[in-house]
């Protein structure tokens, strides 16, 4: 019998949970039904670690045996080992679930029968991988024969966990991680130099002898009467005592073995050598050599001769937790966490016939959730939509895809789906709507918005455009809209999220984005990975895959500097736990020691950086050293330093950053500044170095004809919507009346309280959604709003330059409509039928006629993406045979759409750190050019803060940042810290916690996934992740509510203690409302403040608040 | 896929069903003729026959689910719950609300057959589904000693089942009502040493009581209710004198044996 089974990479895996997704939707499995599942385990370090679990597959199978009908309703084939259940012959009773002691039986609760993993029979028989190998991101789950994957592992020198504790001959191989957490001693140490025990027998001669040749003490038993004074003597307890024989006992390195040349009988069977006998200095000699570190336990000036080796380990940088049982989120498990899915809509694909429902076809696409922009297959039975998996013929994917491309499924189908265009008949947040056809909606929001503008100016309409639109309505048809009727306020959830990074981009290198891509021989090429302030295996799970994976395979290094031990920092060999909001006081302590040291690159600054000497000499005068650094951030002087010595010496380094770095009043200074590292030790414009900041921003950006163009009367108020509510509440600096929101800005803009003032203030408010949410209980039209395949797409930017293009495959639910749809109606009744134009509603035409007029897209036509089966084409394009371009920017090549020789598209065609007009620039808004540290007001110690100088409801001055419209923005000035500042008011009043946001795990994404029912069992409720030091000190246990108060507001959520974030700091996800259908909480922004924003980007500070915790009334 | 079956709707309509017909008899008890008040009339005799007899349909799956004769053992347990069900409000009517008396036991064992089955089906589903990756541990630190334990006793075993049925694989074999039947003392061995390893394995331990034993508490209810079933029907049909106290033997009984 040729065993089959799965092989579970332990290393590789990162708890993403896409392969539960995948056997789910596979198996139509429904609430609380598994197959297989990923356990997050916390570990003594701090740090995640991952079990997946699903059947072994044993050779002797305890669930076969324990059932007991006859024939067997489980059974094991023969001729592959798979071990199944037949579910015409089990009756539910569970005898099997019971019988495992890998809990690795699964039930279904509703049809009551076993269900398990069968290594999807069906996907085997077409060749295929079962379904969780197929699409794991991190290509931690392989499938094969079992001798086959004991060989790769031996080949690869990976050890192999033995879990045959049971002796049932499991058959899935796990490889243990490749490095080992810090563990205790196994064995005291001894024998002493002055040995205690020795010291304290009170016979004479003494009972315990050291031989003065060998150094070895022993006990004269036939002296030793029993006292004990020995065994209490010891402070390593390494005195044994015969309690029969009434004597002491202890190793004597087993001097009988010994004379025959034997080693003592403990280094003579150790299976993992770990114990070695000779002459104590020849082991020192040995770990010297070996560059092992050798563990001082010389505390008591015994002079202990036993030498241990320090475990390999992952270096973290906090106090490691006292070894225990591993922690596991606290999340409410299944059943009562499951209960909320009974009778509430867990819909699609639970309980289907799986055999009716295999597909007949499969369409290439993508998936339009997140920045991944993964490619999916779109599976068909007939006309139904009946499965989403990845695309195995993508040739940089693979077929990998994290769990939300699989649960758009429910996004397809799903009974919460808004369906009707609804207008408000109760007050403003109560929700209560009637349903109204589209012409009367429509009719109606025209006339209103006619109003508005009649009255106030066309100004007074603000459209809040977010990216769960798509890309196209964003960018095209809503900017198309917003220039033909005349209003600069239109903006997305940039500000909130990436504006910072933008347009430090467009500052130093002229162009959005890095050049590099998620290949083999470019970004997976690297000899370092830094990651600073970006989670990525948690927001970007598929792009961590692959690099986790070049990473193992290279041996390259990960370092991640984050507050918290995230996913990525639990992977990475090295976790920096940076104070929230000093990343740049660490790029500049980077930069000073670098240069200091004269480790930069010379040649590549001299070439190709502007400015780079001025900056150097400015880092140098304000003495930005690792020393200075120290204090602020949190890291130690000496670990700055290790950092910027292997980041200037890696062969290729990568520094990864994301909103870690971005959602801070310093976010655009910090990019620069981090930029500027990556630059001067030349990793930037090559293969394997780069600064890597999100995503490339996809060039899309259409203008109507000029003529029809309405020039804004007024600049934008501001950039950020959160400087917008001025506007809406007291018409400062000019009236805001109306709003069209195509996203949840009650969940997702910071300073609720306020917000949620504003709308009611406003005239109308008009709301285009998927799902009806808080936002649209404050609306007085509610519009259905089709997404993905149900209107065709492109899917959103990502790091990888990759424009996916989603058709569209099926109709949206009831009469909801595709964004652009309801962009051109309303246009049209607004007089924009000329521009906004009827075909314009096929969005593959619009892409086409009017989106890619650009020399960077102009290539990337529907034919080019339509020739390929993976649907992406990598911009830029000039031309449809124009061919992709790797990595730009290499040296000697040209940017696109530049003059010949032209290597960066900046003013200069260098690297720009400081010049004229760059400094012109930032003196406009009473800053300089040269990064100079500032971080929040809201901190734990003193630090040095921006200042905005005018109010939101100030006009400003206009923006010199903000390409296209013109944007009001307010001077600022850097306060330096006096001990009266905010923050230390704050601290008097008991704000004592810093509060952190963030992403929540991979299968969320903002609001939506919490209309999935998978997502939200997979993570239900909204969480507080704190220290079990500060548990300890509230008194609250894992699990309990906790209440969370900032100076903005406050929300309650569920206690996680977890070690692996900075002591004094918490933190709390995005993401969940109080609307939600499963888990309802209230939003995280409650706590945030809309009045910290970075002057130069108007990017909102989101991470780093004060707060205090206390235990939340159960 | 998934197969159609009692679901859980179902399965608490028939219990809510029969519930509501007993109530309402008794309720309707005052007004029924008097024979529906004397459990031995040939009205209530007939219905305690009959119930006894669809009690014992479970009786039929044990057999069938156990000898894999007689069809599907789905349908079985269908059939069972129904039967069960069905059998449960017969032998409820025929007691005639005489509660006082020694079979009432009886009455009071179908009520926890009929609570734990129902317990099962509706809460115990969850737990047993929600035991998924409930055991993480045992994947994580294993006993240091276990695997001596366990060797020993599957060589104990390996011997055993050479004389047990020298045909099987030890590895998927666990003994069957034929086993028990030919060879008891040899099942009877060999189910010590499974169960020693089971114990060992700490499996059952690890789930929550009422998971790991309802179903040990339903099959001990059964056999004794069968236990008391199969001596009431001797009682009344050869001891008639004796289970009428004195009063006169007013149903269907043999005196001369």
């Known amino acids: 019998m040729a065993q089959l089974a799965l092989m579970i990479d332990l290393e590789r895996c990162f708890g993403c949970k896409s392969c539960e997704a995948a056997c789910k939707q596979e198996h139509r499995l429904g609430p609380g039904e598994y197959r297989n599942k990923v356990v997050w385990l916390g570990s003594p370090g701090g740090g995640l670690d991952f079990l997946t679990l699903a059947c072994q597959h044993c050779e002797r199978p305890a669930c076969l045996r324990a059932c007991p009908v006859h024939p067997k309703a489980i059974e094991k084939d023969p001729a592959t080992g798979v071990v199944r259940v037949r579910e015409d012959r089990c009756t539910g009773c569970g005898e099997c679930v019971i019988a495992c002691p890998y809990s690795a039986m699964g039930y279904d609760p509703l049809g009551h029968h076993a269900v398990k993993c069968d290594l999807c029979p069906e996907r085997r028989a077409e060749n295929l991988p079962p379904a969780c190998a197929g699409v794991c991101p991190g290509r931690a789950i392989s499938f094969g024969k079992r001798e086959s994957h004991l060989a790769r592992a031996a080949e690869e020198g990976r050890e192999v966990r033995d879990l045959d504790h049971f002796l049932l001959r499991p058959a899935t191989v796990y490889l243990e991680p490749m490095k080992r957490e810090r563990g205790l001693p196994v064995l005291p140490p001894g024998p002493c130099e002055r040995p205690a025990c020795l010291r304290a027998c009170p016979v004479h001669p003494k009972a315990i002898e050291k031989d003065p040749a060998t150094g070895v003490v022993r006990v004269r038993e036939d002296r030793c009467t029993g006292c004990g004074e020995c065994v209490i003597a010891c402070p390593y307890s390494a005195m044994g005592y015969d309690p029969l024989g009434h004597h002491a006992v202890k190793c004597d390195l087993c001097p009988e073995r010994r004379a025959e040349n034997l080693p003592p009988a403990c280094a003579g069977v150790c299976p993992g050598r770990a114990i070695s006998f000779g002459k104590r200095e020849s082991h020192l000699a040995r770990a010297a050599e070996e560059g092992r570190e050798v563990r001082d336990l010389d505390h008591f000036l015994l002079r202990p001769a036993t030498v241990y080796l320090e475990p390999m380990k992952r270096e973290r940088g906090l106090p490691v937790l006292p070894p225990g049982p591993p922690r596991r989120p606290a999340f409410p498990e299944a059943p009562r966490a499951q209960a909320v899915f009974e009778g509430n809509g867990a819909s699609f694909p639970f309980g289907g016939d799986k055999a009716a429902l295999r597909p007949d076809r499969a369409v290439p696409g993508g998936c339009n959730i997140c920045f991944n922009c993964c490619t999916v297959k779109f599976h068909f039975k007939g006309e139904e939509l009946v499965n989403i998996t990845g695309n195995e013929e993508d040739p940089v994917l693979q077929g990998r895809v994290c769990p939300k491309s699989q649960f758009t499924l429910q996004l397809y189908h799903n009974e919460r789906r808004l369906k009707h265009p609804m207008k408000r008949i109760g007050k403003r947040g109560e929700g209560r709507f009637e349903r109204i056809p589209w012409e009367q909606a429509l009719d109606e929001i025209a006339a209103r918005l006619r109003a508005v503008r009649d009255q106030w100016g066309p100004e007074a309409l603000a459209l809040f455009v977010g990216t769960r639109t798509g890309l196209l309505t964003k960018n095209a048809y809503v900017r198309l809209f917003s220039q033909l009727w005349g209003t600069p306020n239109m903006e997305g959830t940039d500000p909130f999220c990436a504006t910072g990074k933008s347009i430090a981009y467009e500052l130093t290198q002229g162009a959005v984005g890095s050049g590099n891509s998620y290949t083999a021989s470019d970004l997976g090429s690297a000899k370092l990975y830094l990651y600073v302030g970006d989670n990525q295996a948690e927001t970007r799970p598929v792009y961590f895959g692959m690099i986790h994976d070049w990473r193992l395979r290279n041996g390259a290094r990960m370092i991640a500097v984050d507050p918290r031990c995230t996913v990525t920092a639990s992977k990475a060999d090295r976790w920096l736990p940076i104070r929230p909001g000093t990343d740049l006081a660490l790029a500049l302590a980077l930069a000073h020691h670098i240069l200091s040291h004269d480790l930069h690159d010379k040649a590549f600054c001299g070439n190709w950086v502007l400015g780079w000497e001025r900056w150097r000499d400015f880092i140098f005068e304000r003495g930005y050293t690792p020393e200075w650094a120290a204090p602020l951030t949190g890291i130690p002087a000496p670990d700055i330093r290790a950092l910027a010595e292997e980041v200037a010496r890696a062969e290729g380094c990568v520094i990864f950053a994301s909103r870690g770095v971005n959602q801070h009043t310093n976010a655009v200074q910090s990019n620069r500044a981090l930029m500027f590292v990556a630059a001067i030790t030349g990793n930037w414009g090559r293969k394997g170095g780069a600064f890597v900041n999100m995503t490339a921003g996809l060039p899309v950006a259409p203008d109507a004809p000029a003529n029809r163009r309405v020039a804004p009367a007024k600049p934008r108020v501001r950039r950020s919507p959160g400087g917008w509510l001025d506007a809406m509440r007291e018409g400062r600096p000019y009236p805001i009346r109306a709003l069209i929101a195509c996203n949840n800005p009650m969940s997702n803009w910071p300073g609720q309280e306020e917000v949620r003032e504003a709308f009611r203030a406003l005239d109308l408010v008009v709301h285009i959604e998927l799902f009806e949410n808080e936002t649209s209980a404050f609306a007085d039209y509610v519009l259905p709003a089709a997404g993905g395949i149900e209107k065709g797409e492109v899917g959103r930017s990502n790091d990888d330059r990759r424009v996916v293009w989603i058709d569209k495959l099926i109709d949206p639910p009831g009469e909801a409509k595709p964004d652009g749809w309801i962009w051109i109606e309303l246009g049209r009744r607004l007089g924009f039928g000329d521009v906004l134009q009827e075909k314009y509603k096929d969005s593959a035409v619009f892409w086409d006629e009017v989106c890619i007029q650009n020399p960077q897209l102009r290539g990337v036509t529907q034919r080019r993406l339509h020739s390929v089966p993976w649907r992406w084409v990598r911009f830029p394009a000039g031309s449809e045979d124009a061919p992709e371009i790797e990595t730009l920017y290499l040296e000697g090549a040209t940017a696109p759409g530049q003059p010949a020789g032209r290597r960066f598209p900046t003013p200069s065609g260098e690297l720009e750190f400081w010049t004229e007009e760059l400094e012109a620039k930032f003196r406009a808004l009473g800053l300089s050019a040269l990064p100079e540290f500032y971080s929040e007001r809201e901190q734990l110690v003193d630090m040095p803060y921006a200042e905005l100088e005018a109010g939101d409801g100030e006009p400003g001055v206009v923006s010199p940042f903000h390409k296209g419209t013109p944007t009001g923005a307010s001077p600022a000035r850097i306060v330096q810290p006096d001990g009266r500042g905010p923050g230390a008011r704050l601290r008097e009043r008991g704000f004592d916690t810093e509060l952190i946001t963030g992403r929540p795990p991979a299968p969320h994404f903002h609001s939506w996934t919490h209309y999935f029912w998978q997502a939200q069992e997979m993570w239900p409720d909204l969480y507080c992740q704190l220290h079990p030091d500060k548990a300890a000190r509230l008194g609250v246990a894992d699990g309990e509510r906790v209440r969370v108060e900032t100076a903005h507001g406050e929300i309650e959520a569920v206690a996680w203690v977890h070690a692996g974030i900075r002591p004094e700091a918490v933190f709390i996800p995005i993401g969940w409302g109080e609307r939600q259908p499963f888990h309802p909480w209230r939003s995280v922004n409650f706590l945030t403040d809309r009045r910290q924003r970075d002057p130069i980007s108007d990017q909102t500070n989101l991470k780093s608040f004060l707060c205090r915790v206390r235990k939340a009334a159960s | ?257």
């Open chain 2, 1 to 257: 896929m998934n197969r159609s079956g009692p679901g859980d709707r179902l399965l608490a309509r028939l219990i809510f069903a029969a519930g509501a017909a007993l109530v309402t008899h008794f309720a309707l008890l005052p007004d029924l003729p008097d024979d529906w008040r004397r459990p031995g009339s040939p009205a209530l005799y007939l219905t305690g026959a009959a119930g006894g007899l669809l009690l014992l349909v479970s009786a039929g799956f044990l057999l069938a689910k156990r000898t894999g004769r007689g069809g599907s053992p789905v349908r079985w347990f269908e059939a069972h719950v129904l039967t069960g069900t069905l059998g449960a409000v017969l032998a409820a009517v025929h007691s005639a609300g005489r509660l006082r008396y020694a079979p009432a036991l009886l009455l009071l064992a179908l009520a926890g057959l009929l609570a734990l089955g129902v317990w099962a089906r509706l809460r115990g589903s969850r737990r047993m589904a929600a035991t998924f990756a409930g055991k993480v541990e045992s994947l994580l630190a294993p006993g240091p000693r276990l695997r001596d334990q366990l060797s020993v006793i599957l060589r104990e075993k390996e011997l055993l089942l050479a004389r047990l049925d020298p045909s099987a694989r030890e590895g998927t074999f666990s003994p069957t009502l034929a086993h028990w039947l030919r060879r008891p003392r040899l099942s009877m061995a060999y189910a010590r040493l499974a169960g020693e390893e089971s114990r060992l394995l700490g499996a059952r331990r690890a789930v929550p009581p009422g998971q790991a034993y309802w179903r040990r508490v339903h099959i001990a209810l059964a056999v004794l209710f069968l236990a008391g079933l199969l001596g009431h029907a001797a009682v009344v049909t050869f001891f008639a004198g004796y289970a009428a106290g004195g009063e006169k033997i007013y149903w269907w009984h043999l005196a001369a044996w």
